[in-house]
């Protein structure tokens, strides 16, 4: 697991938060010992937070975010079935 291309493979998820607490620990603890991968770490977080900021600048009209609601309804109650 904490090889540099398992770690690099996992990078966007550990920047979301999406991995289980276990593999957070793992590649928190790969990332505090392998330089690399720690540049690695701080370009893409840089990347994600100038995108966030950016997005959150742009007004989603009513009408789109209503259909991308009905979308998303639509696809969660399919993937029940």
């Given at each position: 697991m904490t090889s540099v291309g398992h770690v690099l493979d996992r990078l966007d998820d550990y920047i979301d938060g999406e991995l289980s607490p276990a593999v957070m620990r793992?590649?928190?603890?790969?990332?505090?010992?392998?330089?690399?991968?720690?540049?690695?770490?701080?370009d893409a977080r840089r990347t994600v937070e100038t995108v966030r900021r950016?997005?959150?600048?742009?007004?989603?009209?009513?009408?789109?975010?209503?259909?991308?609601?009905?979308?998303?309804?639509?696809?969660?109650?399919?993937?029940?079935?």
């Open positions: 793992l590649v928190g603890a790969h990332l505090s010992s392998c330089d690399s991968c720690a540049a690695e770490y701080h950016r997005l959150r600048r742009v007004g989603v009209p009513p009408e789109l975010r209503a259909r991308l609601h009905a979308v998303f309804r639509e696809l969660s109650s399919s993937d029940l079935h």
